[in-house]
């Protein structure tokens, strides 16, 4: 029982609260060290690869933004599904806090990988392709999410009518992600999860992995600073955010 | 125990009462059949009036045509599937009813799919003729859109389910169903223009059969719980 | 019938729609579903005339001729069995070389030659600088002759 006890704890919007402000500054430093390696190393450091020559350097942004677009829907899912059932608020907090971020994550990796593809492939965007085509889906599923949060006025009843949608979709996403495979493939294949290992050479490797942690720090950041706010607006009626805005002796 | 089962009705009794009501209903509307066929048909119109009497991109964009416009047909109809059960409170008296809620939700779906889906099914070939669409895409396109109606109807319960209470219900249901949709229109459509090429089209087909199967499965649950927070 | 048995009747039809859709989806991936059209199958004159479709190949070494002062171009694409002339007029794709791997949509012109009105580049997923490719080009053609040498006979490719 003592981890439920503990788990209680810091689902507790106060001391989450709390607790959040002490760890942003850690994520945000280490994302920010992390992105500038990063960068630098990609932009000056990494040399020009042999078919693509500097072009290739939008990999740098293309890549991260476009794992932090699915890790943000996957964030979200959970969140969601985890108020859904177990009735915790701060879960939908977050959910609810997850969804713009990811959103804009993806709306970047689609701006990059079109200015990538335009050069590359010839085309600024290709309907035939899978990945463009599934990720601008996933985006359109982001924008019923939050249309769907923005309806509805009762916050306890957007927070589970948009976890359903936010886990009906993530059941979808594969189902997408597969429809469009089955059209066409023009896409490459991956390039850092297989089985043989990383098909990238290392000084081009260890920036993209440092801006691939460094986007994912800034992002928890991120999130952790949008449901604290969050928190903040959802208790404002509550004793220790009065307490918090107007301290002790601190009369109107 | 047999107390208990006398006095409530079997599931399969709680499942065709609901399908029977939906029906009665519709065919005391007409209109809740005919406009989605109007429009199904006044859409497909569209095409060839804006795209122009070409034989040839008539018979290109066929498959994509006729599925789109029964996509929106279907949607169109889906935002009442809920709401007048909503206004007149019998959707309450349904999700207070002994009989478990995720099989009445099949009840409201499958229904729909009665009273707005099979129609389109039917209606069909009529439009693929006008498009000119050779003689075999026809039995495939039958085939096609009975699995994809299917799915359209359980998925968009969900949607009906989660905006029955919403001012903004049409636009907002749109935006939820129509991302989730989308793999039904790309293998219906992709499949029935392999089948104008003569190309192979069972994986299409075999595809769209497991994705009804899938909503079918799952979400009449989707749909239950959605209901029980909406009328909260 | 009874809330337990309800709840199992429940697990049980939830149980076998997925494996049914599990079934279906498999029985699907056994199927063909190719995206685009192997040169062998062209050349064989399996793909209809009046048709548009896309082919996948190589660009063939040395097989490519420009008109001068003109975008028309002319190549040769290969999948190592069969050849595909193909023509076209428009702007390339900075991928586009020889020896690399592309798609073409178009359809077939006169004499059996494939007109293209879209060129694709299809990249790769391995990222190198030129020095490593060179290197790693080098050692593949050292070994393929040293394996040619072995068997006796020349490198395929």
Redesign the interface.
């Known amino acids: 029982m003592a981890i439920w006890n503990f788990l209680h704890k810091m689902a507790s919007p106060p001391h989450f609260y709390g607790l959040a402000a002490k760890i942003i500054p850690w994520f945000a430093v280490t994302g920010i060290a992390l992105f500038v390696y990063g960068a630098i190393g990609g932009l000056f450091y990494a040399?020009?690869?042999?078919?693509?020559g500097d072009?290739?350097r939008i990999?740098y942004v293309h890549v991260p933004a476009a794992y932090l677009s699915m890790l943000a829907y996957v964030v979200m899912a959970i969140a969601a599904g985890i108020g859904l059932i177990w009735r915790i608020k701060l879960s939908h907090a977050v959910a609810a806090s997850a969804a713009p971020l990811g959103a804009w994550f993806t709306f970047l990796a689609l701006v990059t990988g079109s200015i990538w593809g335009r050069?590359?492939?010839?085309?600024w965007w290709?309907w035939?392709d899978p990945r463009l085509t599934s990720e601008l889906?996933m985006l359109?599923?982001y924008?019923?999410y939050m249309?769907?949060r923005a309806?509805?006025d009762d916050t306890a009843?957007a927070d589970?009518?948009s976890a359903?949608?936010a886990?009906?979709?993530a059941?979808?996403i594969p189902?997408?992600h597969?429809?469009?495979e089955?059209?066409?493939?023009?896409h490459?294949?991956?390039?850092l999860v297989r089985a043989d290992g990383p098909?990238?050479?290392t000084?081009?490797l260890y920036p993209l992995l440092a801006m691939i942690f460094g986007f994912s720090f800034l992002f928890g950041a991120l999130l952790l600073q949008r449901v604290r706010a969050e928190v903040l607006f959802r208790e404002r009626r509550s004793r220790w955010v009065h307490d918090l805005v107007m301290p002790a002796g601190d009369t109107q | 125990m047999t107390v208990y089962e006398e006095q409530f009705p079997g599931l399969w009794q709680g499942f065709a009462a609901v399908v029977k009501r939906d029906l009665t209903l519709a065919w005391k509307r007409p209109g809740d059949v005919l406009n989605p066929l109007f429009f199904f048909a006044m859409v497909s119109a569209l095409f060839p009036l804006a795209v122009g009497p070409s034989q040839e991109q008539l018979q290109l964009s066929g498959p994509g045509v006729v599925w789109v416009a029964a996509l929106l047909a279907a949607l169109l109809s889906l935002n009442s599937l809920f709401l007048s059960d909503f206004e007149d409170g019998s959707l309450d008296q349904l999700i207070l009813s002994p009989q478990p809620l995720p099989m009445l939700a099949l009840a409201k779906a499958l229904a729909h799919w009665l009273v707005a889906g099979l129609p389109l099914v039917l209606v069909s070939p009529m439009i693929a003729v006008s498009f000119q669409m050779p003689g075999q895409t026809v039995e495939v396109m039958l085939i096609t859109l009975t699995f994809g109606t299917i799915s359209l109807s359980m998925l968009g319960s969900i949607g009906a389910a989660l905006t029955v209470g919403l001012h903004r219900g049409t636009a907002l249901l749109s935006l939820l169903i129509l991302p989730l949709a989308m793999p039904v229109l790309i293998f219906g459509a992709r499949t029935v223009s392999l089948a104008a090429a003569n190309d192979p089209v069972a994986a299409g087909i075999y595809f769209l059969a497991a994705y009804c199967i899938l909503t079918l499965t799952l979400a009449p649950f989707a749909t239950a719980t959605a209901l029980r927070i909406s009328s909260e | 019938m009874k809330p337990r048995q309800q709840r199992m009747l429940a697990v049980g039809l939830t149980a076998l729609g997925v494996l049914v859709t599990v079934g279906l989806t498999l029985r699907a991936f056994q199927e063909n579903m190719m995206f685009f059209v192997e040169i062998s199958d062209v050349v064989q004159g399996k793909v209809p005339d009046e048709r548009n479709f896309r082919v996948g190949g190589l660009v063939v070494n040395g097989s490519v001729t420009r008109k001068p002062g003109q975008l028309e171009v002319e190549f040769t694409l290969t999948d190592h069995e069969s050849e595909l002339v193909v023509a076209y007029n428009g702007i390339l794709p900075d991928l586009f070389r020889e020896g690399q791997g592309i798609i073409a949509h178009g359809r077939m012109g006169d004499g059996d030659k494939f007109i293209a009105d879209e060129v694709l580049a299809k990249h790769d997923e391995n990222y190198m600088p030129p020095e490593v490719a060179e290197s790693l080009a080098k050692h593949k053609a050292a070994k393929e002759a040293a394996i040619a040498a072995e068997s006796g006979t020349a490198p395929s490719d």
């Open positions: 040399p020009p690869d042999y078919q693509q072009a290739f990999i050069p590359m492939w010839g085309t290709e035939g889906i359109f599923l924008f019923g249309a769907l309806a509805i009843k589970k009518a359903i949608l886990m009906v979709g059941v979808n189902i997408i597969f429809s469009v089955w059209w066409s493939s023009l490459q294949g991956a390039t098909a990238i050479e000084t081009m």
